[in-house]
Nanobody
Framework: QVQLVESGGGLVQAGGSLRLSCAVS????????MGWYRQAPGKQREPVAT???????NYADSVKGRFTISRDNAKNTVYLQMNSLKPMDTAVYYC??????????????WGQGTQVTVSS
């Protein structure tokens, strides 16, 4: 059974930094694209940053220059380094990964979410 476990959220003052981690465990044949998404109260879930298996990245305009996504393929883990945090970054952050548990199966898997709160 595949699981994504996130960690690293919390409360931080504006201008501060946090680093989120998301570790994939279970029966895994391969992992493709990985990414971070966020959902603020009353808003739809939105993409923050994605990274493919080769290391190519994409960022939402609102976080470019402040957030950095990376992955450690040996550890099946994706990270999100968040600097210069703003109150508008307050949300529940979710990681997502496109995973093949076996050669014949594939699907998107989500973590349980971690709260990030930025105070002004």
């Amino acid at each position: 059974q595949v699981q994504l476990v996130e960690s690293g959220g919390g409360l931080v003052q504006a201008g501060g930094s946090l680093r989120l981690s998301c570790a994939v465990s279970g029966n895994i044949f391969s992992i493709g694209d990985m990414g971070w998404y966020r959902q603020a109260p009353g808003k739809q879930r939105e993409p923050v940053a994605t990274i493919n298996s080769g290391g190519s990245t994409n960022y939402a305009d609102s976080v470019k220059g402040r957030f950095t996504i990376s992955r450690d393929n040996a550890k099946n883990t994706v990270y999100l380094q968040m600097n210069s945090l703003k109150p508008m970054d307050t949300a529940v952050y979710y990681c997502k990964a496109y995973i093949r548990p076996t050669y014949y199966r594939s699907d998107d898997y989500w973590g349980q979410g971690t709260q990030v709160t930025v105070s002004s």
